[in-house]
């Protein structure tokens, strides 16, 4: 059972360049995130999924884009990528009815630096 | 005022020693809430849920405070394991969905 599997791990982007973060998940679970985690920071919210074709901002969006067209893929683009969005992205998804959330798997995450 | 708060620490104690430490939300509408620990450069893993008054796992402890919204930690006969950093994480309001984290606590336990 993969879990949340994230990839790249490492990469290296220019200013400028784009590049799509991959995130996907095997538990079924309808709920997706990406965080991002700056050093010696807690994570803040990009954006999350509900379910398949749904998808909301979270607290930091900007120069983020997300989609969901399968339940599994929580795909997480970079247009034009600034320094400012050097940092480890991490994926979760998780399993939750109305009401109560429930806890988050995390994947290993992605360390990505903007030169 | 941040949604979710955390002493940033770090907390140095010593082997065997009780240590807590808390977790404030702005949300009163809040209805889940979680501990999770992170090594360095880990992802983070869940420690605890606590959804009503509290919850407890062995040397781990977990209380719920509505009234002045805040969670606490509670790690007792720490082990030099247990040195890593451990958020908090708190749905926002009502939203089953928005999990919002703190910034962490380090926790560093000294032989």
């Known amino acids: 059972n993969a879990g949340v599997t994230q990839t790249p791990k490492f990469r290296i982007l220019k200013i400028g360049q784009s590049m799509t973060l991959q995130c996907t998940q095997d538990?079924?679970?309808?709920?997706m995130y990406w965080y991002r985690q700056d050093p010696g920071m807690g994570l803040k919210l990009i954006y999350y999924?509900?379910?398949?074709?749904?998808?909301d901002k979270g607290e930091v969006p900007n120069g983020y884009n997300v989609s969901r067209s399968t339940t599994e893929d929580f795909p997480l683009r970079l247009e034009l990528a600034a320094p400012s969005q050097t940092s480890v992205y991490f994926c979760?998804?998780?399993?939750?009815?109305?009401?109560?959330?429930?806890?988050?798997?995390f994947g290993d995450g992605t360390r990505l630096s903007i030169l | 005022r941040k949604e979710v708060e955390q002493d940033p620490g770090p907390f140095n104690v010593p082997e065997g020693a009780t240590v807590a430490f808390n977790c404030t939300y702005s949300?009163?509408?809040?209805?889940?809430f979680f501990w999770y620990r992170q090594d360095c450069r880990k992802e983070p893993k869940l420690l605890m849920s606590?959804?009503?008054s509290g919850n407890e796992d062995g040397r781990f402890t977990a209380q719920l405070n509505r009234a002045s919204q805040y969670i606490s930690l509670l790690i007792r006969d720490s082990k030099l394991s247990d040195s890593a950093t451990y958020l908090c994480?708190?749905?926002?309001?009502?939203?089953?969905?928005?999990?919002?984290f703190g910034s962490g606590t380090r926790l560093s336990i000294r032989p």
């Open positions: 994480a708190v749905s926002r309001g009502s939203s089953a969905s928005k999990i919002i």
């Open positions: 538990m079924n679970h309808n709920y």
């Open positions: 606590v959804y009503s």
């Open positions: 999924s509900v379910g398949a074709g749904i998808t």
């Open positions: 979760a998804s998780s399993y939750s009815t109305s009401g109560l959330s429930q806890p988050q798997h």
């Open positions: 949300n009163s509408a809040s209805q889940s």
